[in-house]
């Protein structure tokens, strides 16, 4: 495989998973009865530039489908990390209403919502109509289309470059991150800057997060890799913050390298000596992460098989992507996992891709009373626990499986 950023082979594998079908292409109950695609998933290092990434399998359009059924509102946690977000950015660069704000992945409108709120003029950028209409519905401007250079040079052409891009969680999420990038270089204003959020690869490695691994993540991101190919595309890097979301990400600050008028923190310099110490730039750093995740793998489904041999029901809480990996890598089947409980409508009377868990509201857990939860979007742990407290009424437990399994109180 040729790396996606710069050419070179990619031939240093961080981990097999196997196979697995698109971790976000959920059944209905008519898909139940036709066969599924599963593709191989495994994550190859490139040893020039230090890119981990998926190897393509797996068109983009098989995994973005217009009825996509992700909506990042369902979190609260999210919402306020979002507001949150905009809040510190109106104040750090001076936004008013004389600015304007791009997200490149607004998917419902979650972080808009709060920049609209605050009367800055703002457009979202979504190519998955399912999310893009429900931010509409919230006055959102949208623009539904993948986002990479050619767009950005249109949107730049009719006067909507930005003072401010956002990227959450999509920089892992896109085939040609070059042309993506370049997107950014096009988009800015002069002055302009671009803030990328994405989950850390060296808390993948080394809190053996793999379960963050599915189709859609094609590229796996530490700021070394991302120093580089921003570099490559005429974005410069200004600063990086370490944010505890997704199980851990970075927040990484960028501007035109041509024109922009940040200095250059020594928080960037810092965390890049803290990734070579570590070994980011090394082959040894991504060895024995398969034993670790096989593991993981064999510790759960040692609980699963207890507590069936115990007469106790296991049921999930949260149809995440994460979980999707877990389950399939594992095998498990309802048999095991009755049923999930996801909040959001558009996932309930559907069934888990691969496992085929049944996908149900809320208002199953106090009627069906399972003896175990498994918290599938671990990193919302403490929100789910909190939220779904009366769990412990009926003497029910919540788990969580990665990075090891623990039965929480």
């Not at 730049?156 to 891009?165: C, K, N, V, Y």
Request: proline fraction near 6%; charged fraction near 20%.
């Amino acid at each position: 495989m040729k790396c996606r950023h710069c050419g070179a082979d990619a031939t240093l594998l961080l981990v097999d998973l196997g196979t697995a079908p698109p971790s976000n292409g959920f059944l209905t109950r008519e898909a139940l009865r036709s066969p599924e695609a599963w593709f191989p998933l495994r994550v190859l290092v490139c040893e020039r530039c230090w890119l981990a990434q998926t190897e393509d399998f797996v068109r983009p359009e098989q995994l973005f489908a217009p009825d996509y059924t992700y909506f990042s509102s369902y979190s609260t946690t999210w919402l306020s990390h979002a507001e949150r977000y905009v809040s510190e950015m109106v104040s750090r660069f001076a936004l008013d209403a004389d600015s304007h704000v791009v997200e490149v992945a607004a998917n419902d409108g979650y972080l808009l919502q709060f920049v609209r709120a605050l009367g800055i003029p703002c457009t979202g950028i979504e190519p998955t109509a399912s999310t893009a209409a429900a931010a509409r519905e919230r006055g959102i401007p949208i623009v539904e289309a993948f986002f990479g250079a050619e767009l950005a040079e249109e949107l730049a052409g009719t006067g909507r470059q930005a003072d401010l891009m956002t990227a959450n969680n999509v920089l892992a999420h896109v085939p040609d991150i070059n042309d993506f990038v370049r997107g950014f270089v096009a988009l800015l204003k002069p002055g302009g800057v671009a803030t990328f959020e994405f989950h850390y690869l060296k808390q993948l490695v080394d809190q053996c997060q793999f379960d963050t691994i599915y189709h859609e993540h094609f590229s796996y991101l530490s700021l070394t890799s991302v120093d580089g190919i921003f570099a490559a595309a005429g974005l410069e890097v200004f600063d990086v913050e370490e944010h505890p979301t997704h199980g851990g990400s970075l927040r990484v600050f960028a501007q035109r390298a041509d024109t922009g008028r940040q200095p250059r923190t020594p928080a960037v310099e810092a965390m890049l000596a803290v990734e070579a110490a570590a070994g980011l730039r090394d082959a040894p750093y991504y060895a024995g992460l398969q034993d670790r995740v096989l593991k993981v793998k064999h510790d759960f489904l040692s609980f699963l098989l207890t507590a069936r041999g115990q007469g106790k029901t296991v049921a999930g809480y949260g149809a995440a992507a994460k979980g999707n990996t877990l389950l399939n890598f594992a095998g498990v089947r309802p048999d095991l996992v009755a049923f999930v409980v996801d909040r959001n409508p558009a996932k309930q009377g559907r069934y888990l891709p691969g496992s085929r868990i049944p996908v149900v509201g809320e208002d199953e857990l106090p009627q069906r009373r399972p003896d175990f939860i498994v918290i599938f979007p671990w990193n919302l742990k403490d929100e789910v626990m909190n939220e779904q407290a009366h769990v412990t009424e009926w003497g029910g437990r919540f788990v969580t499986a990665v990075p090891e399994i623990t039965i929480w109180p």
